[in-house]
């Protein structure tokens, strides 16, 4: 009797790790669907609640956070590397892995580590425009190396995108206007500006789409705001509609004509590939990857970019009423960000992690595939 194909997939921490991740899972289970898939993850971050809802198996493993600057946490990670790997060595025989699909993040290095060790073949996908140190140490070992932009760092990485829910790329803005408008209390017919930071919001871009809702408001366009949990909207007037979070991206894709947003990785993936006008705001901070991550599309003509030292409420409510009052080129900017997308990424990638796993024939481990 055949044993299925045992696929580990290695994205905890975050969002940006665990979405693309799960994504992929989605597109290997659809295009196998006896394949066995588990996730890897940690009790932080939001692994304990995304992985188990989406229907797979999740193995905790010890983190490895990888500090950027020499201090304390420097002197202890040998011992937790080692510590996780030991563990994660246990998970991937007690599952039968034939291949590890790394996506960065707390879980990847040790699963990295462990997968070499173990002579395992070894999938690397980088979503953001640089690479992190723990896909660094897994393109090493890496079969294949794929990366959402150019210029990753990762050598001989194939550009494909970031892989995304099929919630997203199958989305049809046009047919759920209606009913996206509705849900959350929209006109039906007048422009709507989306707003949103991240899960737990974003100040700079409170504070701004905050001094902009009266001349937004003025000017007829609606505003729906994402402001975050812990904030409080500081304003109010009639067609500004905040909210703490979206629960339903997607409705909130389907109901905006132009967002306001950061730039993280997995954000432009979305906003783009749904064909949504944007002005990109990135994280001040890091290693300015985030404006990195947004160039692809701004230069293809879906969206701009704007410093957040220099974004205020005069500047947004100028953008947005300019581009909403003119159509032909908020269609264009629309069909320039759909065409930067990647629709397709986790098939793509479903099909490389199928491809490295020897699906056909013998598996590095010496199992018969089906």
Known sequence: MDTPLSVVVAGGGSAG???????????????????????????????????????????????????????????????????????????????????????????????????????????????????????????????????????????????????????????????????????????????????????????????????????????GVWVLHAHGPKNEPTVEAPGYVPVPYLERMDLAYAAADVALCRSGAMTVAEVSTVGLPAIYVPLPHGNGEQELNARPVVDAGGGMVVPDAELTGEQVATLVTGLVADPARLAATAAAARRSGHAGADETLARTVLDVAGHVGTSVTGRTQA
Do not use: C, W
Not at 89 to 111: K, N
Not at 183 to 194: E, I, R, W, Y
């Open 17 to 219: 790790h665990v979405e693309p991740a799960l994504a992929t899972a989605d597109a290997i289970r659809r295009l196998r669907p006896d394949a066995r898939i588990t996730a890897l993850g940690t009790e932080k971050g939001l692994d304990t609640r995304l992985i188990p809802a989406r229907g797979y198996p999740l193995e905790l493993i010890p983190p490895v956070p990888l500090p950027r600057k020499p201090n304390a946490d420097l002197a202890r990670l040998p011992l937790r590397v080692v510590r996780s790997v030991r563990r994660t060595r246990r998970v991937l025989r007690e599952v039968g892995a034939d291949v590890v699909v790394g996506f960065g993040g707390y879980v990847a290095l040790p699963a990295y580590l462990a997968a070499a060790s173990m002579r395992l073949p070894i999938v690397v996908h980088e979503a953001n425009a640089r690479a992190g140190i723990a896909n660094k140490v897994g393109a090493r070992f890496a079969r294949e190396i794929a990366a959402a932009v150019p210029g990753s760092g990762l050598a001989g990485a194939r550009v494909i995108g970031i892989p995304l829910r099929r919630a997203i790329t199958d989305l049809d803005r046009a047919g759920l206007r209606a009913q996206a408008r509705e849900h959350f209390g929209l006109d039906p017919d007048a422009p709507v500006l989306l707003v949103f930071g991240g899960s737990q919001g974003a100040r700079s871009l409170n504070e701004a789409v905050s001094a902009a809702v009266p001349a937004l408001t003025a000017a």
